[in-house]
């Protein structure tokens, strides 16, 4: 197994070929993983092939759940445009009520 190579490397090694491809300047990518200091060529065609991206693109999991739902905010947002001054007149705690959540003004604020 050979080195590994930390992310501002592979970084640095996917923008600039992402870069070169993107304005068609012809290169060779052996001579990129050489100017990165990447010694082992399988490493190297291994990171250009998938790009590992450590972001993960799912939503945040952690702390505590949501009390009001996204398809909750699109009922109140419904009843704002639905009953126009009316709902606008209407205090946190009753727009809540009318969706039917169960949550303090200041949480629906």
Do not use: C
Not at 50 to 67: A, L, W, Y
């Amino acid at each position: 197994m050979g080195p590994h190579y930390p992310t501002p490397v592979k970084a640095y090694l996917l923008g600039t070929a992402a870069y070169l491809e993107t304005h068609r300047v012809p290169f060779f990518k052996a001579d990129l993983l050489r100017q990165f200091g990447i010694r082992s060529r399988t490493q190297g065609w291994e990171i250009l092939r998938h790009g590992n991206d450590r972001r993960h693109p799912s939503f945040e999991t952690r702390g505590r759940k949501p009390i009001i739902s996204a398809e909750d905010l699109r009922k109140m947002e419904e009843i704002i445009w639905q009953y126009g001054y009316q709902a606008r007149t209407l205090n946190w705690q009753g727009l809540a009520n009318m969706v039917g959540i169960q949550a303090s003004a200041r949480t629906v604020e």
